[in-house]
């Protein structure tokens, strides 16, 4: 039988990658910890209510989203202008993208206005937060050092979301612009020219980037830095090089590095089968390379998916590769699958042309043929 798919999960949650990076981990701390601080002096004070605690936390949360908000206009990336030329991809040059730029000249001259007027402006700036401070000691119940306590929280908690903001400008928003714009305009380019492959891959390509650049929910294998990097890659490759032995090279190499991270991190069964359930190109293939570096990461269901409606031969080789290290573990109903779709005209149909499939296929006919009768 195929290796059960349904291990327990046993990461603790700062590993689990697909929910939480150590990105995460630090500002989700910060602002919990902070969070306790204030509830705890809320309900130490004299007077202490409901209100006072609910006007401690508003406080709070209101200074967090005020930092982010000016954490994200001082981050928003700003795409190439004019004469500015894209880097090229895995070789090919990508003309720099034509994107909406009214919200970067905002952020700009805001950004711009902050800082002068931040400059000149110190003893004013400092003379208005005072105040404000003191107008916030009445809703933590106005005792003493209240107003000092109402300072710390807004600056506490304004930095806290200013640095994520910032950071999530920087590093994930970022991304998603330039690469799925690019693949975009990619995919657009290569429609013109009659070149749905390239361009459906290209479309994929810009999907997966803005999945996991925004952090869409996703399977926690297909979000680890890992797999990420190497899914990424891999619909890279397939969007801007030409099919032959140059491309399939390259997505040999990043076969190999996904079946070496199963020395390296801990992935289960479940894992893998959503990372390949994750639909994508990539994702598909990098699952299909960690079954291969460990069987008992293998589901034989979505080996069998790959081999019957492959999203390339690429593909379909790796799922044929995994199938043949697990003949010897199938039970008979999933051995009479596996012969049912290697003996179908409509799979096969493509391999005289490839006998690196077609060879893989006969060894897995021979040894199915060689097997004593499952149990």
Not at 102 to 126: C, H, M, R, Y
Request: glycine letters at 10%; hydrophobic letters at 45%; one cysteine or more.
């Amino acid at each position: 039988m195929a290796v059960d798919q349904k291990q327990p999960d046993t990461r603790k949650w700062w590993q689990l990658s697909g929910r939480f990076s150590a990105m995460y981990a630090v500002e989700i701390t910060a602002v919990v910890g902070g969070l306790i601080a204030t509830i705890v002096y809320s309900v130490a004070g004299p007077g202490t209510n409901w209100t006072t605690l609910s006007s401690a936390v508003m406080i709070a949360v209101a200074s967090l989203g005020s930092g982010g908000l000016l954490g994200i206009l001082f981050g928003v990336p700003r795409t190439g202008a004019g004469t500015d030329r894209a880097q090229p991809v895995a070789g090919i040059a990508i003309p720099s993208i034509g994107a909406n730029t009214n919200l970067e000249q905002i952020s700009d001259w805001l950004t711009k206005i902050l800082v002068g007027v931040g400059l000149t402006q110190f003893p004013a700036i400092k003379r208005e937060a005072g105040a404000l401070f003191r107008s916030l000691a009445p809703a933590l119940g106005d005792g003493k050092g209240a107003a000092a306590f109402a300072g710390s929280i807004v600056i506490y908690f304004f930095v806290i979301g200013f640095l994520s903001g910032w950071l999530y400008a920087r590093l994930r928003l970022g991304l998603a612009m330039s690469s799925a714009d690019a693949m975009l305009e990619l995919s657009r380019r290569a429609d013109r020219a009659g070149d749905t492959q390239t361009a459906e891959a290209a479309k994929q390509a810009a999907k997966t980037f803005t999945q996991l650049s925004l952090g869409a929910e996703t399977p926690p294998a297909a979000t680890r830095t890992g797999t990420t990097d190497l899914i990424s890659r891999y619909e890279e490759l397939r969007a801007t090089l030409p099919s032959g032995p140059r491309r399939t090279s390259a997505m040999e190499d990043l076969v190999r590095q996904a079946r070496q991270l199963t020395q390296t991190e801990r992935f289960t069964a479940l894992d893998v089968t959503q990372l390949f359930n994750q639909g994508t190109d990539g994702c598909r293939v990098v699952a299909l390379a960690l079954m291969e570096g460990d069987l008992g990461l293998a589901d034989f269901a979505s080996v069998l998916t790959a081999i019957r409606t492959p999203r390339s031969a690429f593909e379909q080789y790796h799922a044929l590769t995994v199938a043949n290290l697990l003949v010897s573990s199938l039970g008979a109903t999933e051995r009479t699958d596996l012969q049912e779709a290697l003996a179908s005209p409509e799979i096969s149909r493509d391999w005289g042309s490839d006998t690196s499939r077609a060879s893989l296929a006969e060894s897995i006919r021979g040894r199915l043929g060689s097997l004593p009768p499952a149990s």
